[in-house]
Structure formats: structure tokens, C-alpha cells
């Protein structure tokens, strides 16, 4: 029997109307910031959890836009981040000279998006920056920053809007808090992004395979 999402939530954070007009402030500010630039932008959704996000926003942009995806992951067989990244998921294309734009659910440690922003800069991108829905600065580790940030976030386990819980909930419409009984029992660790997920699957991240 499926349990009721209802008794899973602790607290919606935010609604789908809300998350629906911060997509779309950020689609115009990145439409403003990339109108005058001739070079292609390539956007990278990092799989899974800003596949939502990404679809989104790509409605609110109103460029010439290409996508590609990658899946990464920062962590070994242990629920803390060693800074060890592995691209798990390669890009299909060239990108050199192209503005690249990561895209992310939550920005977390940062170790995963440092790695990627060098890696991406190293195969001749002409700029690289992010976009993520979600920032949880109190779980920062390297000095990582957002160039188009939806909301800051407090240290829980969020799930929706494509972020999930060993796998499930990434469907509800709005985000919300996970209740910590559910995740204690399952020696979840709080919630992080997909790009700095534990193996194990039962963070906001997955093997991310």
C-alpha cells in the first residue's frame, strides 16, 4: 500500500505559484544578460534533480538556446563528500566558445559545481556560470556562488519539483520539508544536491546514473 504524501511533508516551503514567478524572474534576467552576447548558449541540466527546473526555464528564455546533460557525482561509497568527482553522464558536444550555463537544483557544498566550472572553462567554453533553484549556504564547504539563484534554503531535506527521496516525491508540484523520522529511519543524510549525491540514493540526489 502507497502511503499518503500528505503524512510525509512537514512543511511545503514553496508553492508552484511561487516557484512559477522566481523561474520566470529568472528567465528574464538571464534573457537581459545573454540578449547582446553572439556566442551560443548551452545549457546543462545536471540529471536528475534540475531536470524540472530546467524545463522551466528554458520556457522563460526568450534566446536561441541549446541544451545537453551531464551526470556527476562527489561522493564515493560514504554519505559525506570526499571532493572526489566523477562525471558519470559526458556532455554530447563540443562547447567550445559557447557560453555555458550550469544548471542545478541545489547548490550545497559546492565541490561538485567548482570541478565542473574548471572542467568546463578547461575545454575552451568562452564563459561559464550557474543556475540553480535552490542555495543552502550553511552546508558550503568550497566557495562556490550562484550567478542566478531562485531561494535560499535552510540545512532540511527538501523534496518535489523534482527532488526526491530514495527516488520518489519528485512529482509534487510544490517543495516541501521532509519530515526527519522518515529519513532517520532510512540513515538518510540531509538534503543535497544531485551533483553531490551519496551512492547509497536516499539523499536529494541518487547514483545519478
Known amino acids: 500500500m502507497k502511503s499518503n504524501i500528505s503524512t510525509q511533508i512537514e512543511k511545503i516551503l514553496f508553492s508552484r505559484e511561487e516557484i512559477g514567478s522566481r523561474v520566470r524572474e529568472l528567465g528574464r534576467q538571464i534573457t537581459a544578460d545573454y540578449r547582446h552576447d553572439d556566442a551560443d548558449l548551452l545549457m546543462?541540466?545536471?540529471?536528475?534533480?534540475?531536470?524540472?527546473?530546467?524545463?522551466?526555464?528554458?520556457?522563460e528564455i526568450e534566446l536561441d538556446v541549446e541544451i545537453d546533460f551531464m551526470s556527476v557525482s562527489s561522493y564515493g561509497s560514504s554519505t559525506v563528500s570526499s571532493g572526489d568527482v566523477r562525471i558519470l553522464k559526458d556532455l554530447d558536444q563540443s562547447i567550445t566558445g559557447k557560453n555555458i550555463l550550469i544548471v542545478e537544483d541545489i547548490i550545497d557544498t559546492g565541490y561538485t559545481l567548482s570541478y565542473l566550472q574548471s572542467n568546463l572553462r578547461a575545454r575552451g567554453a568562452k564563459s561559464v556560470r550557474i543556475a540553480a533553484?535552490?542555495?543552502k549556504p550553511s552546508r558550503r564547504v568550497v566557495d562556490v556562488k550562484g550567478d542566478?539563484?531562485?531561494?535560499?534554503?535552510?540545512?532540511a531535506f527538501v523534496v518535489g519539483y523534482g527532488l526526491d527521496f530514495a527516488q520518489k516525491l519528485r512529482n509534487l508540484p510544490f517543495v516541501g520539508i521532509l519530515k526527519p523520522e522518515l529519513y532517520m529511519e532510512e540513515g538518510a543524510p540531509?538534503?543535497?544536491?544531485?551533483?553531490?549525491?551519496?551512492?547509497?540514493?536516499?539523499?536529494n540526489g541518487e547514483h545519478n546514473e
Request: net charge negative; with cysteine; hydrophobic share 50%.
Open 148 to 155: 542566478y539563484i531562485g531561494f535560499d534554503i535552510p540545512d
Open 190 to 203: 540531509s538534503a543535497v544536491s544531485d551533483a553531490d549525491c551519496a551512492e547509497k540514493g536516499r539523499s
Open 44 to 59: 546543462i541540466c545536471i540529471l536528475k534533480g534540475a531536470v524540472f527546473f530546467m524545463a522551466d526555464l528554458l520556457k
Open 133 to 135: 533553484l535552490f542555495n
